[in-house]
């Protein structure tokens, strides 16, 4: 190419270039400066591994853990062996809050098993983790960072990011979205006939953040119960034939069976991916602003996110509720991003 450009008259030369150099920052211009807050987690793992398979529209500023799914040392640790699995190296692991705000801690590890993350062989990653605190790195970050310019991804109980926001209040100004795995409203709950296990495991963090006024759009079961795995699906992943296909298919394969047994449905979710995926492709999913309100009441209704998706009660909206997804796609383009992968 640079031979041919030689041969070029002077001008085309410039022109040539010039191109090159609007398209480079253009493409430069679309990119997501984005930090992963994270409790893996099966799902979670499947949702890194997208997203660091992902550089040119993704740039993974940091992931932040949380406990939830299981304990804070496993889910960072996890965290740490799915940056590894990446070849993402680079990208910085904080840990964060052992606990949630108030309530007493709940886990999932009878889902994801006992070290967070059934179907594969976990072990220490060589890497270790980021010195400081997860809410520390938030708002040193999100303090200095140009206006609105922070994407935030939430894959689990919103600790983190409610104690950043307590602590300072201001760092709402670096914060340009957050899309948060969690809620429910019409597929009904996971850990409660009505509440979703992020909301549950920490109702008050997650109001916390709701009512900062952050940009927020919410991935609820009600489109991640859409968008399930199938034995095609599962063979298009194995297909793949490199490490990432058979570690997604190997912890897909384990975690799946308890959603399709309690649900007696065809395949099971994968919950937190799609979060990555509407980052990558919104175009495959559909919803819209609504009213969300988040109960932390004590009671049956703990967690349950109350969404006014008629407007019955012309609340103001606080949030996007995504509803629908194309299920297809989603498969499509993790597939596509994980054959990147070693
Ligand atoms: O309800 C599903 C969510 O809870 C997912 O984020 C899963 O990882 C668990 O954290
Ligand atoms: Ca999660």
Redesign the pocket.
Known sequence: MYRYAQKLPRLLRSLLLLTLMTATSAQAADRIDLIIDT?P????VVALLLALASPQELNVLALTTVA??VRLDKTSRNARLAREWAGREEVPVYAGAPKPLMRTPIY?DNIHGKEGMAGVTVYEPQKGLAKGNAVDYLIDTLKTARPHSITIAM??PQTNLALALIQAPEIVEGIKEVVI??GAHFNGG?ITPVA???LFADPQAAEVVLKSGVKLTYLP?DVTHKILTSDARLKQIAALNNGAGKRVGDILNEYIKADMEHYGIPGGPV??ATVIAYLLKPELFSGRAVNVVIDSREGPTFGQTIVDWYDGLKAPKNAVWIESGDAQGFFDLLTQRLARLK
């Open positions: 409790d987690g099966a799902d979670d939830g799914n999932a894959l689990g795995m969690g996971n979703e296990f992020n079961l919950h937190d």
